[in-house]
């Protein structure tokens, strides 16, 4: 059995349980002084305070300092080619993102660099983001297709996600989202487009059993309502829980769509009304939101505490992606819900580690420290939850501990 034993913690912070908090629950952390945690081939075994029991293999001394869960990272568009740095200066000068997107940049573009991309590329260069993303305290992620929008293109990167899967240490859950746009060859038969993903698409996304999600970009010139309706039940007729992008950009009732469906996640929701709130509420809907994405495009906040007072359990994740937020930093993250979404601390905790493992069906097994859950840490270089919400622009990460094996920032900021 290989064991580690962490002591000498100054404040052990994190939520409980297995399932996503809600309401004034989402603020309930718990905290530990002085504790230590005993690892058992990678899963906690012990969790308490004082002295330690005796440990026959690894000990780790935190130095006195904060540990939390690992991050979770629950929505990002992980496998692309190329970048779209060139939309930058389009930006600067007025363009908005649907502008930018029906000339034949965004995700078309994206698109266009993925399809000639090898899967070979594609891997090595995600590979790299899950390095960074791991620097930065990120222990599990969510991973999207939806810039192949053709079949074989879209498996390609779900096979690249399936690898990262076997290949490196983050946890990654596969969503299918092969609507994320019209493509520009059916722009012209979007019917056809739509069928195609329900008949051709998610048939052989689940014979290969390659992605656990349908997501869909429910959008004023992407899917509307109603094919959005037809896209997440075809998923769910082939046993992917649905994910929706919704009220982003305008409130066109993806919000409502995602409570009447039940999705596990909705996700933006930028502009989400008190209707879709209240939608969110009742079908048990996860806010998945994304704050560098506001911040990156200069758009407004998505209503977060509402949602949170209205009962709607929040997460938060990056959304990293080439064009409308290209971060992988996660305290970021942390640092927008506390400025923009006047979320507490202990709100964002619960946000970035629980609420963002529920929202990739994972909470059983990962976003908090408790005896029974897989060994997924970071010691922070910091003694409170509140100094890596306040600090900002530093990476604070000491250590990250995944599945028991310890991670060490080194010298230039990444892990070794």
């Known amino acids: 059995m290989n064991t580690l034993l962490i002591t000498n913690i100054g404040t052990l912070a994190t939520p409980a349980g297995t399932a996503a908090k809600s309401g004034g629950a989402q603020g309930e952390i718990r905290t530990l002084r002085g504790a230590w945690i005993l690892i058992e081939d990678g899963v906690i075994a012990q969790v308490g305070t004082g002295t330690p029991p005796a440990c026959a293999g690894e000990t780790l001394d935190a130095g006195g300092a904060l540990v939390t869960p690992g991050l979770v990272d629950a929505h990002t568009?992980?496998?692309?080619?190329?970048?779209?740095?060139?939309?930058?200066?389009?930006?600067?000068?007025?363009?908005?993102?649907?502008?930018?997107?029906?000339?034949?940049?965004?995700?078309?573009?994206?698109?266009?660099?993925?399809?000639?991309?090898?899967?070979e590329t594609l891997t090595e260069k995600a590979r790299l983001a899950l390095d960074e993303m791991m620097a930065f305290g990120t222990t599990a992620c969510e991973a999207k297709s939806g810039y192949g929008l053709a079949t074989e293109h879209e498996l390609k990167q779900l096979r690249t996600i399936r690898r990262l899967q076997q290949e490196h240490p983050m946890d990654i859950a596969a969503t299918f989202m092969g609507a994320h746009l019209i493509p520009a060859e059916y722009k012209q038969n979007r019917k056809e487009y739509v069928r195609l993903v329900c008949e051709e698409m998610l048939p052989a996304v689940k014979e290969q059993g390659i992605a656990k999600f349908c997501d869909v970009f429910c959008e004023a010139d992407t899917f509307t309502v109603d094919e959005s309706r037809q896209i997440l039940e075809a998923g769910l007729r082939c046993g992917l829980r649905p994910k929706i992008h919704a009220d982003e950009i305008e409130p066109i009732g993806g919000s409502v769509l995602a409570g009447e469906v039940g999705a596990i996640s909705a996700e933006h929701l930028i502009v989400c009304p008190p209707e879709g709130i209240k939608s969110l509420a009742k079908g048990g809907v996860i806010a998945c939101l994304l704050p560098a994405t506001s911040f990156y495009l200069g758009a407004a906040f998505a209503p977060a505490r509402a949602m949170v007072e209205a009962g709607v359990p929040v997460a938060m994740a990056t959304d990293f992606n080439p064009g409308s937020c290209p971060c992988l930093n996660m305290q970021l993250v942390m640092n927008l819900g506390c400025l923009k979404y006047k979320?507490?601390?202990?709100?964002?905790?619960?946000?970035?580690?629980?609420?963002?493992?529920?929202?990739?069906?994972?909470?059983?097994?990962?976003?908090?420290?408790?005896?029974?859950?897989?060994?997924?840490?970071?010691?922070?270089?910091?003694?409170?939850?509140?100094?890596?919400?306040?600090?900002?622009?530093?990476?604070?990460?000491?250590?990250?501990?995944?599945?028991?094996?310890?991670?060490?920032?080194?010298?230039?900021?990444?892990?070794?």
């Open 77 to 119: 568009h992980l496998v692309f080619g190329g970048w779209r740095q060139n939309e930058l200066g389009l930006k600067l000068h007025g363009k908005t993102y649907l502008e930018i997107q029906n000339a034949g940049g965004g995700i078309q573009s994206t698109t266009n660099a993925t399809r000639t991309a090898s899967e």
């Open 343 to 416: 979320l507490t601390p202990e709100e964002v905790l619960t946000a970035v580690t629980l609420n963002g493992a529920a929202a990739i069906d994972m909470a059983d097994r990962i976003g908090s420290v408790e005896a029974g859950k897989q060994a997924d840490l970071v010691i922070w270089e910091a003694e409170d939850l509140n100094y890596i919400c306040y600090r900002f622009g530093s990476n604070l990460v000491r250590n990250v501990i995944k599945r028991g094996q310890i991670y060490t920032k080194a010298a230039k900021g990444g892990l070794s």
